[in-house]
């Protein structure tokens, strides 16, 4: 399959170079290599801001000098109640872009008969494209799936082939992790090492988030460490002891250097051996203090880092 998909990739670039197509639609470890570093948010950070007031919560965002951000309300075809065409809008004229976005791969977007995605995710794919995304991004593997290791190659296999169409327009798809990944196992490995193992890094990228690892007890730089080069955007994240955390492990997510992780150092590691280019910052729990403000002083701080 490895040989088919490289096969499919050369003459997807043969055939677009042809048409006199932009490179862009001709990803590889070489275009991600020259790819702009960026800092952005992801827009859960400010959930509540976003679903209430998503115009004002943007143009908050914009005047506090974040230029790119990353969604996780794609329903319907909707993004915060508009379509993707008028949301590019917005962005367009607040001067801002939104290189990748959460939309799950599911046993929905597959249909089994056919041998090909539904017309729903095909649907995702357009629809990223007209919203100026580099990446789309699953961010979730259903349980049953991960109890079987026929079920979960079957689902790295469509992540392989949703790669391909995303390939077709310009784009890449993308993994992004929570942490059952570093936990369960089947066949006696760790469900990310299958995941990252199984998946071609010419057709699907990882978006590592370090902060959702950490209170179970693995760490975003011996992951890095391990699979250097396949971390092109990560999950900026510090977090702080409670006894009841978002991931169910006694850790929340705080303002960035109030915490245990140490995300400056991860991020700087990712940036040297990662191959990251996006460091996307999410902060989940607030401990008092207004999300947007939170997203304010979290910029101010990662602006200090060097990674831009």
């Known amino acids: 399959m490895q040989n088919s998909r490289r096969k499919f990739i050369q003459n997807t670039g043969i055939a677009i170079l042809g048409l006199g197509i932009a490179p862009k639609a001709l990803w590889s470890k070489s275009t991600i290599a020259d790819a702009k570093t960026l800092i952005g948010i992801q827009l859960y950070a400010v959930r509540d801001n976003m679903f209430k007031d998503p115009l004002g919560t943007l143009k908050a965002l914009s005047k506090m000098g974040y230029q790119y951000i990353e969604h996780a309300n794609y329903v319907n075809r909707k993004l915060y109640g508009y379509t993707p065409i008028e949301f590019k809008k917005i962005l367009d004229d607040l001067g801002m872009k939104m290189p990748s976005g959460h939309t799950s791969l599911n046993a929905n977007h597959w249909d089994a008969n056919k041998k090909e995605f539904t017309a729903a995710w095909k649907y995702t794919i357009d629809d990223a494209v007209t919203l100026g995304q580099d990446y789309v991004i699953s961010p979730w593997i259903d349980e049953k799936v991960r109890t079987s290791y026929d079920a979960l190659m079957h689902q790295l296999e469509q992540f392989n082939l949703s790669g391909e ?144």
Not at 167 to 173: C, I, K
Not at 182 to 196: A, H
Not at 205 to 226: C, E, S, T, V, Y
Not at 269 to 288: D, P, V
């Open 165 to 308: 169409l995303c390939l077709e327009s310009g784009m890449q798809f993308g993994y992004h992790n929570h942490n059952f990944e570093f936990i369960e196992k089947v066949n006696g490995q760790l469900i990310y090492d299958i995941i990252l193992k199984e998946t071609d890094p010419e057709l699907v990228i990882h978006q590592l988030d370090f902060g959702n690892m950490f209170g179970i007890g693995a760490r975003g730089m011996d992951w890095i460490k391990k699979y250097p080069g396949r971390f092109v955007s990560v999950h900026v994240k510090d977090e702080i002891k409670v006894p009841i955390g978002e991931m169910n492990d006694q850790h929340d997510s705080t303002i960035l250097g109030n915490g245990l992780v140490d995300p400056k150092a991860v991020c700087l590691l990712a940036k040297a051996i990662g191959g990251t280019k996006q460091f996307i910052i999410e902060q989940e729990s607030y401990q008092g203090i207004a999300p947007l403000e939170c997203a304010r002083i979290n910029l101010e701080r990662i602006k200090t880092w060097g990674l831009v």
